[in-house]
């Protein structure tokens, strides 16, 4: 994953409920409602599930070590969403026996390489890049009204570019894909056709391609590579990359027909694909025990 740093989500808690006005102006669905959308969940069907569910963030040290306020953002997106959430008081080893110790149903943690939501209950890995590129792909979907049919570019063929590739193809869209390195695109196309047995095409002029495309995917971590006189009226982007791809010009062009967030819709998918199974499992049964605000199981 992209390393965040702590400027890019020191204001996120603070910020969401706000979030989700301008989302719902933008697609029609709050942060849960896409991700809701992206993980094949009925929100009216799960919103009173979700509160029984319990999630940990755990902090690790290990490697380049914590980012500031990482950990509590983590946190506040997974409350936002209704989920009793707690960030641990210890990190690493230490961190992941107190998340079993409170009885943890879905544990976060992130180090150097991956960033995943641990399932405690089924076994079940979610890794960021994965929900990332689908969770972009289902708000992309609600801002065009449908992508079944249609051209899209995604630009940058690492994890959440190919995460958001095979979302498209699983929503029926025409997928193009732009890298420097050729390679990794050719690599996106072989294993699309494969798996999905959905034909890719491969860009090789970043600046041609945009010029034939009104839905793009922006998956890179370079900022500032597509320009204002690049998009055509009528372009909706969804961007998860870090930092985002579009210079100031082309972002004040875009304005409420673009998608970008730092960590809040990766988390959000992360944790509605996490939790699936038990959101399925619980329907008609009884709430659960909520948490004191140290984590713990109250008994009453």
Same mark, same amino acid.
């Given at each position: 994953m992209t390393r965040l740093q702590p400027d890019d989500i020191g204001h996120i808690a603070d910020r969401?409920?706000?979030?989700?006005? @301008?989302?719902?102006?933008?697609?029609?669905?709050?942060?849960? !409602?896409?991700?809701?959308?992206?993980?094949?969940?009925?929100?009216?069907?799960?919103?009173?599930?979700?509160?029984?569910?319990?999630?940990?963030?755990?902090?690790?040290?290990?490697?380049? !070590?914590?980012?500031?306020?990482f950990s509590e953002a983590t946190g506040a997106i997974l409350q936002?969403? &209704?989920?009793?959430?707690?960030?641990?008081?210890?990190?690493?080893?230490?961190?992941?026996?107190?998340a079993f110790e409170k009885g943890a149903d879905?544990?976060?943690l992130s180090d150097d390489e991956r960033f995943v939501a641990l399932n405690a209950v089924c076994g079940r890995v979610v890794d960021n890049a994965t929900a990332t590129g689908k969770g972009f $792909?289902?708000?992309?979907d609600l801002m065009a009204g !449908?992508?079944?049919? @249609?051209? $899209?570019?995604?630009?940058?063929?690492? %994890?959440?570019?190919?995460? *958001?590739?095979? *979302?498209?193809?699983?929503?029926e869209a025409r997928v193009s894909v732009h890298d420097l390195d050729t390679r990794r695109s050719e690599d996106l196309a072989r294993e699309l056709g494969?798996?999905?047995?959905?034909?890719?095409?491969?860009?090789?002029?970043?600046?041609?391609?945009?010029?034939?495309?009104?839905l793009i995917v922006e998956a890179t971590n370079s900022g500032g590579i597509i320009h204002e006189p690049d998009l055509a009226p009528g372009t909706y982007i969804a961007a998860p990359g870090m930092p985002l791809g579009l210079s100031r010009a082309a972002t004040q062009k875009m304005s409420a027909r673009l998608l970008h967030d730092p960590l809040q819709l990766?988390?959000?998918?992360?944790?509605?694909? *996490?939790?699936?199974?038990?959101?399925?499992?619980?329907?008609?049964?009884? %709430? &659960? %025990?909520?948490?004191?605000?140290? !984590?713990?199981k109250e008994t009453g």
């Open positions: 969401l409920s706000a979030d989700d006005q @301008k989302l719902l102006a933008r697609t029609g669905r709050t942060l849960r !409602g896409i991700a809701c959308h992206a993980v094949q969940l009925k929100e009216e069907e799960i919103a009173d599930r979700v509160a029984r569910i319990r999630t940990a963030v755990v902090p690790i040290s290990w490697g380049e !070590g914590l980012i500031a306020g936002h969403l &209704g989920f009793q959430t707690f960030v641990t008081r210890h990190m690493d080893v230490s961190g992941m026996a107190e879905i544990i976060f $792909v289902a708000g992309l !449908g992508l079944k049919g @249609k051209d $899209v570019l995604v630009i940058g063929c690492g %994890p959440v570019g190919f995460s *958001a590739a095979m *979302a498209l193809a699983q929503y494969k798996t999905l047995n959905r034909p890719v095409r491969i860009k090789s002029d970043l600046k041609s391609a945009l010029s034939r495309h009104r990766g988390v959000a998918t992360m944790g509605l694909e *996490a939790c699936k199974t038990i959101l399925e499992k619980n329907a008609g049964s009884t %709430p &659960g %025990p909520e948490m004191d605000d140290d !984590g713990r």
